[in-house]
């Protein structure tokens, strides 16, 4: 899935932890709590570790998180229990100072966030079923009930890390004193990179496709107006995977980024009201403003995506195949192409050229580039360009593209004037782990936190113990 990238893995090694308040002093792990089994050997109940704030980890929630790591074939080779423990103790202590700095995530974050989880183990382990045996839990519900309220700790966290480090900012001198500190042996060195260009051919949809939207999302508002819940008919018929399993809600302002045409009609509508059906480029939405608050709106929407003809599709082809070969015969530059010829609205204008959603430049490390571009361009000399490749989004939308590439950088030693961006980027990177580290500190030492006796041998690397 395209949507599963590294902080997802990572989230992964920390899946399914515990949620409960204690007040011991020092708790022990209780010992001689033991299951006998039918032979007479001794179990160790499951025991609380540590306490931060409001939130606990369990010596089982440190099992996992090894198992997790297995499953996602990482290496556990030198990782101790230690280790573990210390982030999922960094990890409650955000979320427990996002719940005092009144920091709020949403149900429909959350259910948004569980919806893409379950995809990937359902998509990974087979089934809804299999993905419950795996993570050995009593059935879905209370599968479902641990990842929400995992997943809402996540969120807390990644808010919370964000207002601490909204703030920080890196002066030119900074990053000058930054460079200069390494030794010549030192230098950090950059691999290597390219710029990667496309050009989108999207299939025209035939207008009895569309009308045959239009008239389903007029019958589900009329429905909905004689007393069906909008919620249902959202989970029901939506195709936008990221609001259905939350019945199409999203909270929005003026400055939130939704198309024009969503927003327009969002801002038009009072409070109960319905639209009819609206046109984006994404496809036709039902929008509902739920509830208004000031600037703020919470709305509903369903969304429904008009069904491309296999003689659409072939049309596309035939046109795509014709601007290649336009290109490959030198009538008309790749760049040139993309912009008059591409239907794809974020890199037209820039000559098809790709945009690295983690730097928002143009170059690919070709160690993060998606593996369904790398696949397809590695082999690519440059200025080449690939056959038609048909594509296939999350929603199901079929589009046809041409990829080439454009510009290849060999892995080098870093140089102050040529890579600045990243240089800066390393320096702010440096000075923003110095400032959490510093409120780490602060907040540990006022924050209620207590380690099991088997655990204050660690050597951790914040504080916990506060020696």
Known sequence: MKFINNRIAVFLV????????????????????????????????????????????LDSDIDLAFKEMQAQNMSIEGVSRCEILGKLMEDKLYAHQAIQDSVIVTDAQVNEQVSRRVDYFVEQLGSKEKMVEYFKKKDYDSFQTELFEMVKIQLLTDEMQ??????????????????AKFAKEDIPVFGAEMEVAQIVVKPDIPQ???????????????????????????????????????????????????????????????????????????????????????????VRHILMVPKVTPESLAKAKEKIEKIRQKITSGQIKFADAARSESDDKETRNSGGLLINPQTLGTRFELTKLDPSVYNEVSD??????????????RRGTKTYKLLSVTNRYDQHEADYAKDYTKIKDLALKEKQI??????????????????????????????????
């Open 434 to 467: 110095r400032t959490i580290a510093k409120w780490s500190e602060e907040k540990i030492k006022a924050a209620y936190i207590k380690i099991s006796k088997d655990y204050q041998s660690c050597k951790f690397v914040n504080n916990w113990l506060k020696k």
């Open 208 to 298: 009895e496709e569309k009308q045959k939207v239009i008239d389903k999302l007029k019958q589900i508002k009329k429905e909905v107006q004689e007393g069906s819940s909008f919620y249902s008919k959202a989970v029901l018929y939506s195709e936008d995977p990221g609001s259905v399993s939350s019945g199409g809600y999203y909270k929005m302002n003026r400055k939130t980024q939704f198309v024009k045409e969503f927003k327009d009609v969002a801002f038009s509508l009072e409070e109960g009201e319905i639209s009819e059906p609206v046109e984006t480029e994404f496809g036709y939405h039902l929008i509902y403003v739920e509830k208004v608050r000031g600037q703020e709106r919470d």
């Open 14 to 57: 920390f899946a399914f932890m515990g949620f409960s308040a204690a007040a011991q002093q020092i708790i022990p792990l209780v010992q001689d709590t033991v299951k006998h089994t039918p032979k007479g050997k001794r179990l160790k109940v499951d025991g609380v570790v540590a306490v931060v704030g409001d939130y606990v980890v």
């Open 162 to 179: 964000k207002k601490v480090m909204d703030g920080v900012e890196i002066t030119p001198e900074e990053v000058r004193q930054f460079f």
């Open 380 to 393: 690519l000399k440059d200025n080449q360009v690939t056959d038609p490749i048909l594509d296939t989004d």
